[in-house]
């Protein structure tokens, strides 16, 4: 017999897990193959309802896949094995089989991808360095994807506020 004051919150977890959990699906939800959007955003647990509520109230889609990786749009701006792999997953799934028209992709404050806020001088510094790579992500993937839409964003705290922050397009009238 384990004294309460023993439990861990590990412990607590466990005996909080509902055996006959089920959940309603939106009516016709399972005979939806079809979204516009993939969101990619880090994994970080922190921003999860924030981001969802951006995406939902902010950019109006309520249907959206979504892919979590660490550093969120960090992935796509430099070259190596991961962005290929996500971009790999994106063309094959949520272009493929979901038809999606647009790519979100998000980078957060305070990303551990990063280091931390603490890695960085300044906060401008580290809202600078999120746009830059934020650009180099958008970039890559409008050569990779050059049929969809790419919306680069980021958070930055406002008081206990986030404030979101999309990225303009400033070199589309460039394109040849
Ligand atoms: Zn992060």
Same mark, same amino acid.
């Given at each position: 017999?384990?004294?309460?004051?023993?439990?861990?919150?590990?412990?607590?977890?466990?005996?909080?897990?509902?055996?006959?959990?089920?959940?309603?699906?939106?009516?016709?939800?399972?005979?939806?193959?079809?979204?516009?959007?993939?969101?990619?955003?880090?994994?970080?647990?922190?921003?999860?309802?924030?981001?969802?509520?951006?995406?939902?109230?902010?950019?109006?889609?309520?249907?959206?896949?979504?892919?979590?990786?660490?550093?969120?749009?960090?992935?796509?701006?430099?070259?190596?094995?991961?962005?290929?792999?996500?971009?790999?997953?994106?063309?094959?799934?949520?272009?493929?089989?979901?038809?999606?028209?647009?790519?979100?992709?998000?980078?957060?404050?305070?990303?551990?991808?990063?280091?931390?806020?603490?890695?960085?001088?300044? +906060? &401008?510094? =580290?809202?600078?360095? $999120? #746009?830059?790579?934020? !650009?180099? /992500?958008? %970039?890559?993937?409008?050569?990779?994807?050059?049929?969809?839409?790419?919306?680069?964003?980021?958070?930055? +705290? &406002?008081? =206990?506020?986030?404030? $979101? #922050?999309?990225?303009? !397009?400033? /070199?589309? %009238?460039?394109?040849?």
């Amino acid at each position: 017999m384990v004294h309460r004051s023993e439990e861990t919150p590990h412990m607590r977890e466990k005996q909080g897990i509902d055996p006959e959990f089920t959940y309603r699906m939106p009516q016709g939800n399972m005979e939806q193959h079809h979204c516009s959007t993939v969101v990619v955003s880090c994994i970080d647990f922190r921003f999860r309802e924030a981001n969802d509520a951006f995406i939902e109230k902010g950019l109006g889609e309520k249907n959206f896949d979504t892919l979590n990786y660490p550093g969120g749009g960090k992935s796509f701006a430099s070259d190596g094995p991961e962005r290929e792999l996500l971009a790999d997953k994106i063309e094959q799934v949520c272009v493929d089989l979901h038809d999606v028209k647009r790519i979100v992709i998000m980078n957060h404050w305070d990303c551990g991808g990063y280091g931390g806020s603490g890695h960085f001088h300044s +906060p &401008d510094e =580290e809202e600078e360095t $999120y #746009r830059s790579d934020l !650009e180099k /992500a958008r %970039e890559y993937l409008k050569t990779r994807f050059p049929n969809l839409e790419i919306v680069a964003v980021y958070n930055k +705290p &406002d008081g =206990e506020d986030l404030k $979101y #922050r999309v990225l303009e !397009e400033a /070199a589309e %009238e460039e394109a040849a």
